[in-house]
């Protein structure tokens, strides 16, 4: 198999997000396979290590402030990513939020905020890239998920929600926008730690307790989505669309902790 089904020299991609923890993780991993980026947050400051990184690859990186929860907004960062580069070829929809609470405990406005960011935020940004990609019949939109599309977790039950949804709407865009030459995917990471939750890894028995549920016996590295994203961005998965990518370990297979001897 040719090495260049996977290169994406000369592709332009947004990352949103990418301030820290998955958004970085997947920016480098499209620079190293050649695309020049567009990165973003709501507080474009926090970029420049990031940016400065990526350039020291040889890549190209562009930082933009972006709220996803903000329409104008997103429509600011498509417009400046067009007059930057010219083009879209690739979108990490990767920007989002969790506020982990028992059911009980969610407030309206923590239901609001997890909705709003993570599954309204994705669904129009894909939409305002997607009418740039859709002159060039073109595109690779990947919708950042995670294992809560396909399990339930206690305490994450708006986060869970949001994330169902980002799945059912990969599906329906990538019916909506196949036509175009567009595919629509989702990569669902498992138990990654960031520093969204990297609180949790402090209690060594919690860790204990997930790594017996992974098969793999161990939580994802950064290096496991390298792949993963260059596939979804790049010709190698021409023909895929509407499919949920898992990226877990093997978490999702139901794995129980091992009952002692």
């Known amino acids: 198999m040719s090495t260049t089904l996977f290169d994406l020299s000369g592709k332009v991609a947004i990352v949103t997000g990418a301030s820290r923890g998955l958004g970085q993780y997947l920016g480098r991993a499209l ?8 990165i973003t947050s709501r507080k474009p400051d926090t ?5 400065d990184e990526i350039e020291a ?12 929860r903000d329409y104008e907004s997103i429509q600011g960062i498509t417009r400046s990513a067009l007059e930057h580069y010219g083009k879209i070829d690739i979108l990490v929809n990767n920007a989002g939020c969790n ?4 059911a009980l405990e969610v407030t309206w406005d923590d239901w609001n905020l997890i909705l709003d960011t993570n599954l309204r935020g994705t669904f129009f940004t894909a939409q305002a890239v ?5 002159p060039r019949k073109h595109g690779r939109i990947i919708n950042i998920g995670s294992v809560t599309c396909v399990a339930g977790y206690a305490g994450l039950g708006p ?5 169902g949804g980002v799945k059912q709407l990969t599906m329906s865009l990538a019916d909506d926008w196949g036509i175009h030459g567009i595919t629509v995917n ?3 990471p498992g138990w990654f730690k960031t520093a969204q939750n ?6 060594q028995e919690w860790v204990s307790y997930l790594c017996d549920r992974i098969p793999l016996k161990r939580p994802g590295q950064p290096h496991d989505l390298d792949g993963a994203v260059v596939f979804l961005a790049s010709d190698a998965s021409a023909y895929i669309t509407g499919q949920t990518f898992l990226v877990d370990g093997g978490i999702s297979t139901g794995a129980t902790r091992a009952l002692p001897k």
């Open 159 to 163: 986060y869970g929600a949001s994330r």
């Open 198 to 203: 990297a609180i949790m890894y402090e209690n």
């Open 99 to 102: 506020i982990r609470k028992p």
């Open 57 to 68: 690859l040889g890549r190209r990186a562009l930082p933009l402030a972006l709220d996803v």
């Open 47 to 51: 970029l420049k290590a990031f940016q």
């Open 186 to 188: 989702c990569l669902a």
């Open 31 to 38: 620079a190293r396979a050649g695309a020049d980026l567009v």
């Open 130 to 134: 997607a009418r740039e990609m859709i």
